[in-house]
């Protein structure tokens, strides 16, 4: 091994320094690698604790109390196994437990998603969206970077965010973007909700969309949209018909003309 990275060490610079000699930027990229074949050579990576391995093969198989203990056991080798135990405890929904681990990291910051899923789900969503100032990859992520914009009042910034969402090529970034109409309803911002939820259904062709875009016209007080657009949502297959009755959001439809006609638009 030595042999060979002194080789790599020796053969890299050379090719780098005719690279330079030549202004070749591609011999400077092989030569690059061969010099970094050298440092991997040179410096190996630790190789992984097996525990950790261990541990995540137990979570997996919802063992979480032998998860934690051998991960515990091996924590002071290897400190990366707190923050698995923080998975773990996630997992079941125990926060504070989830917290306590990552405290037992000492100064070496947990991932992420851990930072983010531990602050949302324990109500600190200020710090929600100065851990995601943009919006994440990871359309999970981009529901509670959502979820905080509306708890925090910032409706107008989530409904960029659901627009900008439901316009990306992937469907799961474009449900993430469809469920804000929900959390916006129920903040009160019902022009907002209702503009995702016109949005969701022009994307997703689903009529729950435009189901929900009646409930929201209902709250601006917009009782022959709202009504219209019921219609709509039935002639897209909305066929939920217990739902539209029982919806005390749309009860003040039921003594406008054309509700009984758009009920027998339906089967029982």
Not at 11 to 33: C, D, K, N, Q, T
Not at 88 to 106: K, V
Not at 155 to 171: F, G, N, S
Not at 176 to 194: D, K, N, T, V
Request: some cysteine; aromatic content about 8%; charged content about 20%.
């Amino acid at each position: 091994p030595k042999v060979a990275a002194v080789s790599s060490l020796l053969v890299g610079g050379a090719v780098v320094a005719y690279a330079i000699s030549e202004r070749s930027p591609l011999l400077g990229y092989f030569g690059a690698m061969g010099l970094y074949q050298a440092y991997l050579r040179f410096f190996p990576p630790p190789a992984q604790d097996p525990a950790v391995e261990q541990v995540w093969a137990l979570i997996q198989q919802q063992k979480f109390a032998d998860a934690e203990r051998l991960a515990l056991d091996r924590a002071t080798v290897t400190p990366e196994l707190y923050e698995v135990v923080a998975w773990s405890r996630l997992f079941r929904e125990d926060w504070p437990g989830a917290e306590r681990a990552i405290a037992m990291m000492g100064p070496v910051k947990p991932q992420l998603n851990l930072q983010v899923w531990l602050a949302a789900h324990t109500g600190r969503h200020a710090e929600v969206l100065a851990l995601m100032p943009f919006i994440p990859d990871d359309p999970k992520l981009a529901v509670l970077r959502l979820e905080a914009q509306v708890k925090t009042g910032k409706t107008e910034a989530a409904l960029r965010d659901a627009i900008t969402l439901l316009a990306k090529h992937d469907r799961s970034a474009q449900q993430a973007g469809a469920a804000a109409s929900a959390g916006l309803f129920y903040a009160g911002a019902w022009e907002p909700s209702l503009q995702v939820s016109l949005a969701a259904f022009d994307v997703l062709k689903e009529p729950v969309h435009l189901f929900n875009a009646a409930c929201a016209l209902v709250r601006l007080e917009k009782l022959d949209e709202a009504l219209a657009m019921l219609g709509r949502a039935v002639d897209a297959g909305y066929a939920k018909r217990a739902q539209i009755v029982d919806d005390p959001d749309l009860a003040r439809l039921k003594s406008m003309p054309g509700w009984d006609a758009l009920l027998g638009r339906m089967q029982l």
